[in-house]
């Protein structure tokens, strides 16, 4: 039998790029995405991270609580598969600017615990060192944004 669980997809093991997330530990994406806007090209992934049933039980038989965090549900999509820093700027302000009301429908929606984008240049490129006052205001509605 395939393990279909996000270990073994290879889409989210990118080395360079910028991801959308929203995650909760009861969040159903499912039901938000019936009626999205959003690409269905963009998806990532959208389910539990969870793991395989046999870490899972060895987990849970030294920290619940740890095994708690393996439950929280994502939807991941694809902003950028730039590898430069700026080019994956400027594809997430087009992708704010874009989905900026599903964004906000996302973010208000039922168990979304939090809303974020997560830059991540290749190798050797210079990182995000700050983000421009326009940028920022177009992700009035994402909570973190890590670079």
Known sequence: M???????????????GCVFQAY?????PEAFLQDTT????????HGKLGLPEELKRKVAETDLEALA???????????SEAEQSQTQLADAAS??????????????????????LKFQPAEG??????????????AS?????MF
Do not use: A
């Not at 992708?95 to 974020?116: D, T």
């Not at 490129?125 to 177009?138: A, G, S, V």
């Open 125 to 138: 490129e210079p990182p995000l060192e700050t983000l421009p006052d326009e940028f920022l205001e177009l």
């Open 2 to 16: 395939e393990d279909t669980s996000w270990l073994y997809n290879p889409k989210l093991y990118q080395q360079s």
């Open 95 to 116: 992708f704010l600017e874009q989905y900026r009301s599903e964004i906000k429908r996302l973010r208000e929606f039922p168990q979304v615990e939090m809303v974020s």
């Open 24 to 28: 909760g530990m009861n969040f159903k």
């Open 38 to 45: 959003f690409d269905s090209k963009l998806i990532l992934y």
């Open 69 to 79: 965090v393996f439950e929280t549900t994502y939807l991941l999509l694809t902003v």
């Open 141 to 145: 509605d994402v909570e973190s944004i």
